[in-house]
């Protein structure tokens, strides 16, 4: 059994910043990519951004110089800072991680998600 823990969400005036946090834990053997996807109303989740086990980064192209994103593998642990938030970018944030378990299975794992809301 694996588990996805999102934290950090809440409300923040545009131009504010927050930090998302992801913790994984459960069966482990290794985490490969993990990323932070986000969902607004009346739309499709989108990626945000990714990070390796190698610690190589992606980022949609909305959120490039604004968010940075990081993980601590010691810890199981993906965050995502978001500075110079936008109302744009309020949404629910899910938490992402491709995963390998102690018994062998590879699959995708998600968080159940944080909501963030930017007002104007």
């Known amino acids: 059994q694996v588990q996805l823990v999102e934290s950090g969400g809440g409300l923040v005036q545009a131009g504010g910043s927050l930090r998302l946090s992801c913790a994984a834990s459960g069966s482990i053997f290794r985490i490969n990519t993990m990323g932070w996807y986000r969902q607004a109303p009346g739309k499709q989740r989108e990626l945000v951004a990714s990070i390796t086990s190698g610690s190589s980064t992606n980022y949609a192209d909305s959120v490039k110089g604004r968010f940075t994103i990081s993980r601590d593998n010691a810890k199981n642990t993906v965050y995502l800072q978001m500075n110079s938030l936008k109302p744009e970018d309020t949404a629910v944030y899910y938490c992402?991680?491709?995963?390998?378990?102690?018994?062998?299975?590879?699959?995708?794992?998600w968080g159940q998600g944080t909501q963030v809301t930017v007002s104007s």
């Open positions: 992402n991680g491709q995963i390998l378990t102690s018994v062998g299975y590879l699959q995708n794992y």
